[in-house]
């Protein structure tokens, strides 16, 4: 079983970065490839970015390649996710997500039904 809480949400303009950090529970952190994804209401969950379990891979949605980072600590039992030139598309409810196994790959962590748990979410909003 693992917890996960987002934190770093706000209220950022247009060009403005955050950072979001995912924090885990659980002794087992190292084998879990990780991601967020993000959504509005009216929308599905959309993926934004996955890391696997060993951060030596990562994937990106084509709208946040160039922009954003994920990035991950074992040690710390943390996942983030640095947003950079931020737009008002970006404005969603983000949201951070952990799947068991230690894929080399992120090809099994792009889509919401790969994942095992997700945590509450935190809402990124970016005025123009």
């Known amino acids: 079983q693992v917890q996960l809480v987002e934190s770093g949400g706000g209220l950022v303009q247009a060009g403005g970065s955050l950072r979001l950090s995912c924090a885990a529970s659980?002794?087992?952190?190292?084998?879990?490839?990780m991601g967020w994804f993000r959504q509005v209401p009216g929308k599905e969950r959309e993926f934004v970015a996955a890391i696997n379990w060993s951060g030596g891979n990562t994937n990106y949605a084509d709208s946040v390649k160039g922009r954003f980072t994920i990035s991950r600590d074992n040690a710390k039992n943390t996942v983030s996710l640095q947003m950079n030139s931020l737009k008002p598309e970006d404005t969603a409810v983000y949201y951070c997500?952990?799947?068991?196994?230690?894929?080399?790959?992120?090809?099994?962590?792009?889509?919401?039904?790969?994942?095992?748990?997700w945590g509450q979410g935190t809402q990124v909003t970016v005025s123009s």
């Open positions: 659980g002794r087992t952190f190292s084998s879990y490839g």
């Open positions: 997500a952990a799947k068991l196994g230690r894929y080399g790959s992120t090809y099994y962590l792009t889509r919401t039904v790969d994942y095992d748990y």
